[in-house]
């Protein structure tokens, strides 16, 4: 038995962070049926789409962001289009969505109108700003979500502009990690009270979540953060990253005082030992000419030994050590591949696939992947012939442009 086995779930999203929220829905058992437009309607959306034809299957086999789905094509513009998805909906415990706040209630879609048809839904809306709010029409992305949230000011060098930290912060945890949590949390509330509710998601709010424990000192004593300037910021050398000899680096996680301690020793270096972490680290860059100098010691020291070497030598002697990975590094990572953060599946035609594994780990009902992604539409007859549609009507269908 699988986790969420017996959910069914319509998939309207088509950017990745609506994506990757129904990825692992699927992953943990539930039925996910991918809504697509026509592809002569997605124009300037070619990424977004599932491939199409058999010279698609490679490239549909490794994106792992819509495996465990079905794609079921469906022009949500014309009327028997959304007919088609309003019989889907009565059978469906979940929705998620993607648009911009407003477009799912224009296509007669919205919470309003499925909440009607199946009081029990559950539809979660995804979107920057949120359904509502001065802001909610505003266009974004997520370098913008984490402009307003804060996160983008505190990341990056001192002396330095805002870093980009790929699309990860807003995107994928501020609003696909707690679009997950809204949903699952909204299906329990529906155990005990028997209705659905709409769980509106919004990739600022997410982030902004993010930061709440960055956030106390500010809300504590108006005290603030500055970008480069504290202990978790790579100011001080106890928690940093340093080039090898190898021209690679490592990363050192030293803020518990003992973990400081056995690197200072490892050195020959127990006159450092006194110079780690004080309250004021935590919002302050360090000053003084025995800073430089341990910043001095420790980049040169660094450089004398390969990144491979000073793991072996470190991490045997407790101290926090990390190898700085590229993608070939991490899957063939030891600890990796025995996490299973790397699977493969056979696939028919192309033999094994690998594609990133799962991190949700349950003892006694774990996630799968049982199927690979879909081609654009490859199960729009198998979905419609179960809601009771007989083969003329989707010829009927298909003619007049409504279904793919």
Known sequence: MLALEGIKVLD????????????????????????????????????????QGEDGRLEAATNALNRNKKSVVLNLKLEAGRQIFNRLSQMADVIVEGFRPGVADRLGIGYGSIKGINPGIIYCSLSGYGQDGPYSSVAGHDVNYVSVSGVLDLIGRQDGPPVIPLNLVADFAGGSLYGVI??????????????????????VDGAISLLTWFANDYFFDGSMRRRGETWLHGAYPYYGVYETKDNKYVSIGCLEPWFWENLCRVLGKEDYIPYHFVPEHGLCKPEGDKWDEIWAYMKQTFLTKTSDEWFDLLSKENVPIAKVYTFKEVFSDPQVLHRQMMVEIEHPTLGKVRQVGIAIKLSETPGTVRSLSPLLGEHTEEVLLGLGYRSEELAELRHGGVIG
């Open 12 to 51: 309207l999203t088509h950017l990745v962070p609506g994506q990757f929220c129904t990825m692992i829905l699927g992953d943990l058992g539930a039925e996910v049926i991918k809504i697509e437009a026509p592809s002569e309607l997605s124009a300037g959306m070619r990424i977004h789409m599932s491939p």
């Open 182 to 203: 809204g949903i699952l949390s909204a299906l329990i509330a529906r155990g005990r009270t028997g209705l659905g509710q709409h769980v509106d998601t919004a990739y």
